[in-house]
């Protein structure tokens, strides 16, 4: 393990290796892209020296101006060879692009649409990622530095904690499940992968006759986060939560729960290039200002006081849409609502919602926001944003809305309540409501919550506003996160895991 001071790490300067497979979208409000990016600047404007690396996938390698080539390495047991692409990003942050012909051409689909060969492929892209990124963290990419850390941030990355587990050079390694989205694959799936006998033979990857990059990840890293307290507890709690659940229990005592913080440069509706009226709490009647432009610039049919709810679809899944389906399906023609989805691309899981957006464009319209001020946008116009899905390990989006005064509509999850503070009477009496919670995640649920808040659109106009800058005073800073992961970043260092295949 690398020596390192043991002063206050926010001070003493560290080599930070951060490895993720997140694209960020056109707009942002990706929860692992914002983090990723969120992060890693923070850390760099706190001096430490810090590298991102991703897959060279073509949306990257098309929006990073300035990359140049600075390494070549040849990629044990695979024959394959990686062009390393670098660029500076923020202060003390550079951007490393894997660029290996064919192997990123398309970005990865999600599970719900992949076939046994896009899965094989998956499995191929993750691992050959992830040993560039091992390559990397123990200075043998040709780019005579080497980090202090590692972290690993999702599925995709997780395999290069294990191919770290042998090496004595080896940095401290820290591994954040973000998700729900666990992958795992066959013997024949990962052959081409070449994996180290040992490794293998530890049984650190099997789970149930296949093989999970994530489980020998959080079997091996020094430190495990999860993006916030609330998901930790639940997942402590509940094993059916995760398949990994009753794994990241045996190893409570490495496990942290983290709160992404927000990036208010870019999340600022005082300072928000890309909308069309800038407004802060002290002007909230401005906001009002951003739904009139964005009525005129989509054609929206909506009276004066319709409650318009958006919904940003950066992956929906077939439950949520089953749920919007069955709540705009049955609800009443007079009900005076309208929701608008975002979409970055055509998803094929609205297409449900989409037949119905024909039938009914009084009540919703599905826009396609494919460049990031569309985003920004719909988040300052809404007066609501719904949050519908089962899981959400973080509450990023959120975050996001509060800072807008656009109010969170949201399944009750735990880290949503530790977010969103809902709109019951005795809150509201007190000042400390933000929006509103509903539980379990069912359509006649979500009906339910719809229904309340309509309610209390209702009303007069003082109490939706004083609701909405209630979540205004509410703040993430993006610094408080980057303290946090820094403490497990030198408990990782210190107090380094002994290894399986010692």
């Given at each position: 393990?690398?020596?390192?001071?043991?002063?206050?790490?926010?001070?003493?300067?560290?080599?930070?290796?951060?490895?993720?497979?997140?694209?960020?979208?056109?707009?942002?409000?990706?929860?692992?892209?914002?983090?990723t990016?969120?992060?890693?600047a923070?850390?760099?404007?706190?001096?430490h020296?810090?590298?991102?690396?991703?897959?060279?996938?073509?949306?990257?390698?098309?929006?990073?101006?300035?990359?140049?080539?600075?390494?070549?390495?040849?990629?044990?047991?695979?024959?394959?060879?990686?062009?390393?692409l670098?660029?500076?990003?923020?202060?003390?942050?550079r951007l490393?692009?894997?660029?290996?012909?064919?192997?990123?051409?398309?970005p990865?689909?999600?599970?719900?649409?992949?076939?046994?060969?896009?899965?094989?492929e998956?499995?191929?892209?993750a691992?050959?990622?992830?040993?560039?990124?091992?390559?990397?963290?123990?200075?043998?990419?040709?780019?005579?530095?080497?980090?202090?850390?590692?972290?690993?941030?999702?599925?995709?990355?997780?395999?290069?904690?294990p191919?770290?587990?042998?090496?004595?050079?080896?940095?401290?390694?820290?591994?954040?499940?973000?998700?729900?989205?666990?992958?795992?694959?066959?013997?024949?799936?990962?052959?081409?992968?070449?994996?180290?006998?040992?490794l293998?033979?530890?049984?650190?990857?099997?789970m149930?006759?296949?093989?999970?990059?994530?489980?020998?990840?959080?079997l091996?890293?020094?430190?495990?986060?999860?993006?916030?307290?609330?998901?930790?507890?639940?997942?402590?709690?509940?094993?059916a939560?995760?398949?990994?659940?009753?794994?990241?229990?045996?190893?409570?005592?490495?496990?942290?729960g983290?709160?992404?913080?927000?990036?208010?440069r870019?999340?600022?509706?005082?300072?928000?290039?890309?909308?069309?009226?800038?407004?802060?709490?002290?002007?909230?009647?401005?906001?009002?200002?951003?739904r009139?432009?964005?009525?005129?610039?989509l054609?929206?049919?909506?009276?004066?006081?319709?409650?318009?709810?958006?919904?940003?679809?950066?992956?929906?899944?077939?439950?949520?849409?089953?749920?919007?389906?069955a709540?705009?399906?049955?609800?009443?023609?007079?009900?005076?609502?309208?929701l608008?989805?975002a979409?970055g691309?055509?998803?094929?899981?609205?297409?449900?919602?989409l037949?119905?957006?024909?039938?009914?464009p009084r009540?919703?319209?599905l826009?396609?926001?494919?460049?990031?001020?569309?985003?920004?946008?719909?988040?300052?116009?809404?007066?609501?944003?719904?949050?519908p899905?089962?899981?959400y390990?973080s509450?990023?989006?959120?975050?996001?809305?509060?800072?807008?005064?656009?109010?969170p509509?949201?399944?009750?999850?735990?880290?949503?309540?530790?977010?969103v503070?809902?709109?019951?009477?005795?809150?509201?009496?007190?000042?400390?409501a933000?929006?509103?919670l509903?539980q379990?995640?069912?359509?006649?649920?979500?009906?339910?919550?719809i229904?309340?808040v309509?309610?209390?659109h209702?009303?007069?106009?003082?109490?939706?506003?004083?609701?909405?800058?209630?979540?205004?005073?509410?703040?993430?800073?993006?610094?408080?996160?980057?303290q946090?992961?820094?403490?497990?970043?030198?408990?990782?260092?210190?107090?380094?895991?002994?290894?399986?295949l010692a």
């Amino acid at each position: 393990m690398l020596n390192a001071t043991t002063c206050d790490p926010s001070m003493t300067p560290q080599r930070i290796l951060f490895a993720s497979d997140a694209i960020p979208p056109p707009g942002g409000n990706h929860d692992l892209a914002e983090f990723t990016t969120t992060l890693t600047a923070t850390l760099g404007s706190m001096g430490h020296d810090i590298r991102l690396i991703r897959p060279g996938y073509p949306a990257l390698l098309s929006q990073a101006d300035g990359l140049l080539p600075v390494s070549r390495i040849r990629l044990p047991g695979s024959g394959r060879e990686a062009r390393i692409l670098e660029r500076r990003l923020e202060q003390n942050v550079r951007l490393y692009l894997v660029d290996i012909p064919g192997l990123f051409d398309q970005p990865p689909p999600s599970a719900q649409q992949e076939s046994a060969q896009a899965a094989t492929e998956s499995a191929i892209r993750a691992g050959v990622f992830s040993r560039v990124v091992s390559l990397m963290a123990v200075n043998r990419a040709g780019l005579n530095w080497q980090p202090e850390l590692l972290h690993c941030n999702g599925w995709q990355t997780a395999l290069a904690i294990p191919l770290l587990a042998d090496e004595w050079s080896r940095p401290a390694t820290l591994y954040t499940l973000h998700d729900t989205d666990h992958r795992s694959f066959t013997g024949e799936q990962v052959r081409q992968l070449a994996l180290p006998v040992e490794l293998l033979k530890s049984g650190a990857l099997e789970m149930a006759g296949r093989l999970s990059f994530e489980k020998g990840a959080i079997l091996m890293a020094d430190e495990l986060a999860l993006p916030s307290a609330g998901y930790r507890g639940a997942l402590l709690s509940d094993p059916a939560l995760h398949p990994l659940a009753r794994l990241l229990a045996e190893r409570a005592g490495r496990l942290s729960g983290i709160a992404s913080g927000v990036d208010y440069r870019r999340w600022n509706p005082a300072t928000d290039p890309y909308i069309h009226q800038q407004y802060d709490s002290s002007s909230f009647e401005l906001k009002r200002l951003n739904r009139q432009h964005l009525q005129a610039d989509l054609g929206l049919p909506l009276d004066e006081r319709d409650l318009l709810i958006g919904y940003l679809a950066t992956a929906p899944d077939d439950t949520e849409v089953r749920q919007l389906h069955a709540l705009l399906a049955a609800a009443d023609p007079d009900l005076p609502l309208h929701l608008l989805i975002a979409a970055g691309a055509a998803e094929p899981a609205l297409e449900p919602l989409l037949e119905l957006a024909r039938q009914r464009p009084r009540r919703l319209s599905l826009q396609l926001a494919t460049d990031e001020p569309g985003w920004h946008r719909i988040l300052a116009a809404c007066d609501c944003l719904l949050l519908p899905a089962r899981h959400y390990p973080s509450a990023y989006q959120a975050q996001c809305g509060l800072a807008y005064g656009t109010v969170p509509i949201a399944h009750a999850t735990p880290s949503m309540r530790e977010t969103v503070t809902d709109a019951t009477p005795a809150n509201l009496l007190h000042g400390a409501a933000s929006g509103f919670l509903y539980q379990p995640a069912t359509p006649e649920q979500l009906a339910d919550v719809i229904a309340r808040v309509s309610a209390f659109h209702a009303k007069p106009p003082i109490w939706w506003q004083k609701l909405a800058l209630q979540g205004m005073s509410r703040s993430f800073p993006a610094s408080e996160t980057a303290q946090h992961y820094l403490q497990r970043y030198r408990a990782a260092i210190d107090h380094p895991a002994a290894s399986l295949l010692a």
